[in-house]
């Protein structure tokens, strides 16, 4: 049975006390939507609806950043969670199949709990997810009939005996898209709060024929994010988790904890991450890799065999082949470095391609910016790069080339040359002594001591 994705984000968040929307403050380096959107991903939804308020286009950017065919649709008022579904039903033209649910500030939903959903679909036409929290505080309640569930009923509806209810409500659902609709079209906002509750389709639902029944998750994957504290509480979650499964997967991580995953960090079999690294979103490392301690990674790709750090800086678009040595105090931004090629020391490589094998020395700089246009160095292979030459872009060093210590470098060298850019050296015999004679003879005049400048 196909699957589509719901997921709702219109809503106000006003506990977050930010100008920024709360579903777009960061857990694990990433949007909490991207979080919420991607466990959806787990039944492999042919599409994904996100809900918006109008206005909201970095919420809409970011959705569509983390899933590339997420469509987006507005709900012009937040009028409760079935007046938000049905935002969604114009972009669901034209699809038939099921439809799962997901709240946009609920980010740990489990692939296992919602394959369980799924399942249950064939004992029932709405499946809700329960839990039995801790503290049932104002979930809404889930009345049970034996195994069938027969209505959700809001805090502020329930009567005393229902506020004692510890089952309570998620919010994930999942039915047929037809029937999601048809039933969230009838919803009616009588109620306390004078909202369109997508709970009232259990009951409504249930008086005509259609069967409601509950899958039950642990209390940890229904944590959804309303303050910063609970972002805080999340974030100590996700990164537990992440260190987990990065070692259970063949990761060699020393003092895990101090190492900081973001959501998409990818980290191959044998790869090893030193104390007090930092991976920003978008990194794959792949296997027998070594990130070495207080480096920072993120939007790159670090292939087999290659070093990374201690202290270095990998920032979006640097790509490292295999073997690719990249030391202390280096930053690499949007940079392919081909096989074997080596930066050891203090550099700044942006904006370049270096060939295989190619040695670039300590405090070399690519000059890619020119104060308004950004510009690409090319450094062949096996080329070797003086200590502290600055390569002025747009500029290439040819393969086998070399550049002497000290070099600006502002036109092409061609393959195999070697370029001097620096002024020749000129030496004085005995000239040093002499300077220093006169300036102690100077000091004694004026009767000792070090003089004020
Ligand atoms: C909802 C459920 C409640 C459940 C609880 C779990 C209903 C009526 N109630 O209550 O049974 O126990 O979640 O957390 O569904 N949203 C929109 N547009 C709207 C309203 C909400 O997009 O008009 C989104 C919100 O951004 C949020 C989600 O829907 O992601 C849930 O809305 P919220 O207002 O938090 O619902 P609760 O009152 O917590
Ligand atoms: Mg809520």
């Keep these: 049975m196909p699957v589509a994705l719901i997921v709702l984000a219109a809503g106000q968040g ?10 777009l403050h960061l857990l694990g380096g990433a949007p909490i939507l991207a979080h ?7 039944l492999e939804p042919e599409r994904v609806v996100v809900v918006v308020a109008p206005g909201a286009e970095d919420v809409a950017a970011a959705a569509r950043a983390w899933d590339e065919t997420a469509a987006v649709a507005v709900q012009q008022a937040p009028r409760g969670t079935a007046h938000a579904v049905l935002a969604a039903r114009p972009a669901l033209a034209g699809y038939a199949g099921d439809v799962l649910v997901l709240y946009g500030d609920t980010p740990f939903i489990s692939p296992e709990t919602l394959q369980a959903m799924a399942a249950a679909r064939a004992r029932a036409g709405i499946v809700v997810l329960g839990f039995q929290p801790a503290d049932p505080a104002r979930y809404g309640r889930l009345v049970m009939r034996g195994d069938r569930l027969e209505r959700i009923v809001e805090w502020a509806e329930a009567s005393q005996a229902e506020r004692a209810l510890g089952l309570c409500n998620s919010g994930v659902v999942m039915a047929d898209a037809d029937v999601l609709m048809q039933l969230a079209a009838e919803v009616r906002a009588d109620n306390a709060k004078g909202e369109f509750y997508l709970t009232d389709i259990v009951a409504l639902g249930a008086a005509r024929g259609i069967a409601a029944t509950v899958v039950l998750c642990p209390e940890s994957e229904t ?4 303050t910063r504290e609970e972002l805080l509480v999340a974030e100590r979650i996700f990164q537990e988790r992440m260190r987990g499964a990065a070692l259970a997967s063949g990761v060699a991580m020393p003092a895990p904890d101090t190492v900081v995953f973001a959501l998409d960090t990818h980290l191959g079999r044998e790869a090893t991450v030193e104390p007090y690294v930092v991976f920003g979103p978008g990194v794959t490392v792949e296997s027998g890799a070594r990130i070495r301690s207080f480096s920072h990674l993120e939007g790159c790709h670090v292939s087999r065999g290659a070093v990374v750090g201690p202290f270095a800086r990998l920032r979006p678009g640097a790509e490292l082949a295999e073997e690719v040595h990249v030391g202390n105090f280096v ?32 405090g070399t700089i690519t000059c890619n910016y020119d104060g308004v246009f950004k510009h690409r160095t090319r450094i062949g292979a096996g080329a070797f790069v003086g200590s ?6 747009p500029v290439s060093i040819g393969d086998a080339a070399m550049t002497a210590a000290g070099s600006t470098i502002t ?13 020749r050296q000129e030496t004085r015999a005995g000239l040093a002594r002499r300077l220093m004679e006169r300036l102690r003879a100077a ?3 004026r009767g000792g001591g070090v003089g004020e400048t």
């Design 388 to 393: 502290n030459t600055a390569l002025v872009a």
């Design 443 to 445: 000091r004694a005049a």
């Design 36 to 42: 919420a959107i991607r466990a959806g991903w787990a």
């Design 14 to 23: 006003t506990r977050m006390n930010s100008d920024r929307p709360k579903v």
């Design 331 to 362: 930053e690499i931004k949007n940079a392919i470095l081909g096989e074997g090629a080596k930066a050891n020391h203090l550099s700044y490589i942006g904006d370049a391609e270096v060939g295989a094998k190619a040695n670039i020395g300590a």
């Design 223 to 226: 944590l959804g994010i309303n």
């Design 411 to 423: 036109a092409d060298v061609p393959a195999g040359a070697l370029a001097i850019a620096r002024a």
